[in-house]
């Protein structure tokens, strides 16, 4: 890969999200990313990353179409929790995980990420633009987490905390390239 060209690439795809429309908002909770969902490659890469292992409690931040909450449960049989403001995308959600039989291990909160209690997570994932992470999230889970839980970021490090690991996928099979970074309270 030519130098810098990652970092090109995750400026572009920083831009795009910033100029996505962010759709209808529930309450006065702030979107803290559009949706931009994340490839099933990567999906698995994430939590396969972070270590997770059966019976433990993950929370996907910002869930989307619920896809790592259902892979969470499906694959890693965890009990998976994701948080999604967007009505629509919580319908989907659940209607996945309904058809997949799965709504004993796969749940979904509509509901703003800033408001939720992580303090029994055992994994955190994130896919939020920096600015969220830095000003919101990471103090949020700063004062949340319990000792030993990890995050795995994708793309956007947590510019306070030191990554224990950083992996680099060269190619998703869709031609981008993607940044994980695990970390450990």
């Given at each position: 890969?030519?130098p ?8 572009g ?31 698995e ?25 259902i ?20 319908k989907l ?35 939020l ?17 319990k ?39």
């Open positions: 890969m030519v810098g060209n990652r970092a090109m690439r995750q400026l795809l920083w831009i795009f999200l910033c100029g996505v429309p962010l759709g209808a908002q529930t309450g006065d909770a702030e979107k803290l990313a559009p949706y931009y969902p994340t490839p099933q490659v990567i999906v890469k994430m939590l396969e990353l972070g270590s997770l292992k059966a019976g433990e409690k993950v929370f996907d931040l910002g869930s989307g179409d619920g896809r790592i909450v892979m969470a449960a499906q694959r890693f049989h965890a009990d998976a929790v994701g948080v999604e403001l967007d009505s629509d995308l919580v959600s659940l209607a996945k995980i309904q058809k997949l039989g799965l709504e004993k291990t796969a749940h979904i909160i509509n509901g703003d990420l800033l408001k939720q209690n992580y303090s029994s997570a055992d994994l955190v994932t994130v896919y633009l920096p600015a969220a992470i830095d000003s919101k999230v990471e103090p949020l889970l700063d004062r949340q987490l000792k030993g839980t990890r995050v795995v970021a994708h793309d956007f490090e947590f510019r306070g905390w030191t990554p224990d690991k950083v992996e680099s996928i060269p190619d998703d099979g869709e031609g981008r390239s993607h940044t994980l970074f695990l970390y450990r309270k």
